[in-house]
């Protein structure tokens, strides 16, 4: 029997994330073939620029034969060797993320961003209790913000929306609000009162849970999948202090905003502080091969005990972890990075794109806030400029619709529950070119000048 061409058809086996089994005769999501650069072409030979990189991952753009070819020379060479022991591109990529992060830092490697985050839980538990504090248990993270889907980063996770229907989650976890300057209606002079005051509101919850019951808090450097919310810069080193002040370690999520996304190598870099752990994946291999990082300070790594019959060691092992394939790929996507002088790219083209949005877009009614640091860019939509109340998720997911329909492809943030289904996400690749800027602006130009002829809901 010969296979049906019709790829949509035949992909009525493979099980989507985010969603079931459509109906008979449905058309199932877009089937994509093939990419360079910015873009992907799918199976009907539509070409989209990729304004998500894939999943927030593609930073170094597709179609790089360099990586691929990276990839195989390690896989003929050695394709495989546990981390119990050691192999040679795990050591030398172990040396470049340490010295990327400041020196003297330790790299436990993972397959995804919610197995680095799981780490990072229980090496804060387990290094507490060496310490003599095994009290120190609980984990405070921000609603808003993903940190997974594995049952532990899941329980981490902010958005009611993803977690409900697999409660009771792990014990342990606890959530505060995020800043959020825009829905707060803070003024631009006011911005760095208001980020001390939501770090001292996290002190408080610190003191109110009992810092010696604390092992740590959890954010990312600027909330990207629940809805690109940049903190003033006085937020995160408040945040550290008030950490230090108890005893709190600090995990600095950099799945999404490591790898140049905001126009540096990690998005704390910025706030000048030093994380004590800092989970990493996604940009780091620049997607072309599934590999994650738990980058601890040597002070969490001098607290385990090296030998393997002491009591207090590291319980933790994975299997694919630090692949050789994944950190030879990895090495070689730091060196594109270096050498193409993506950071400067990403700062360069993300404030150009964002000058250009917002005189584009900026009156239009349905826009209420345009907001980014480097190539990281959220389109708040609103019912109402005045009251800022939020646009209605069908709005939201009408501009993303209308978008694809003229070969852009964007992210929103899904938060169905806090009713903040409304803000459109961009985060393309560092290495796109101005061709591709100017798309982005004139696509979305089109779209919303579409959308104010219509009925705005
Ligand atoms: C900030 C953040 N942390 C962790 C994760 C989980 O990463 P993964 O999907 O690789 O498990 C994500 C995924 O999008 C993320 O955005």
Redesign the pocket.
Known sequence: MTKSTDWSVRDRTVWHQMSGRPAKGAKGPMIVAEGDGAWVTDVEGNRYLDGLSG??CVNVGYGRARLAEAAAKQLERLAFHPLTRGHLPAIELGERLSGLLGGDRATFYA???????ELAFKLVRQYHGLRGEPRRFKIIARYR??????LG?LSATGQAMRRTGYEPLAPGFLHVPPPDPYREGIAEEDLEAYGERCAADLERTIQFELPETVAAVIM?PII??GGILIPPDSYLPAVKAACERHGVLLIC?E???GFGRTGTWFGHERAGVRPDLV?M??GITGAYF?L?ATVVSDEIFAAFPADPADEGRLRHINTFGGHPGGCAVALETLAIMEEEGLLERSASAGADLLARLRAKLGDHPLVGDLRGRGLLIGIELVADQATRAPAAGAVTGGIVKAAQQRGLLVGRNVDTAAGLDNVIALAPPLSLTDADVDHIVDVLGAVFAEHSSKAVT
């Not at 397959?111 to 985050?117: F, K, R, V």
């Not at 913000?145 to 594995?150: L, V």
């Open positions: 999943q927030w397959n995804s961003g919610s197995e680095a985050n913000a993903y940190h997974g889907s594995t980063a990312e990207t999948g999520d799945v999404i905003c989970p994946a996604k599934p994650a």
